[in-house]
């Protein structure tokens, strides 16, 4: 009875381990990356560089994003073992104040990573520099 209860507890183990080491099959450079001040109106990117340990060709299936004001673009071409592809991520900065985006990468039919960028829009000033009325007043004396 021992035996046979060391047995399983051996091979459930073994099987959360191979989960495991399949769920790492997926390596980032970087989770997260954040823009800092960025004017409003102006469209920013950022690219993630996403890496294979595994054995196995990896392909990654879908990028969401969590709001419409975030575009991801990635290939769809399998990615070989050891192998580096890139997720390039654009943020839409019409809305002022900080933000903070998450992005899902679907992989390997059931795999899911999360990557974000953040960062914090402000407001672009109106003119490019204010009116300076002392130009006005010199230009009268001249006349």
């Known amino acids: ?21 399949e769920k790492e099959t997926l390596q980032l450079k970087q989770a ?3 823009f800092g ?4 109106g102006r469209p920013v990117t950022h690219v993630f560089e996403v890496t294979n340990t595994g ?10 994003a969590s709001c419409g004001c ?4 990635w290939s769809p071409e399998p990615i070989k073992p050891g192998g580096t592809a890139t997720i390039k ?4 900065s019409a809305s002022e104040g900080p933000f903070n985006k998450s992005i899902t ?9 999360v990557i974000s960028v953040s960062g914090n829009v402000y407001k672009a000033a109106a003119t490019s520099a204010p009116a300076n009325s002392s130009i006005a007043l010199l230009k009268q004396i001249t006349q």
Do not use: H, W
């Open 89 to 92: 991520v654009g943020y839409n």
């Open 1 to 21: 009875m021992k035996k046979v209860l060391c047995f399983l507890l051996l091979a459930t183990s073994l099987v959360a381990k191979a989960q495991n080491t």
């Open 105 to 113: 990468i679907f992989y390997n039919g059931n795999q899911t990573r």
């Open 70 to 73: 975030t575009t991801p673009e």
């Open 37 to 40: 001040k960025i004017q409003q």
């Open 32 to 34: 997260g990356f954040d």
């Open 55 to 64: 054995k196995e060709p990896m392909r990654l299936e879908n990028v969401q």
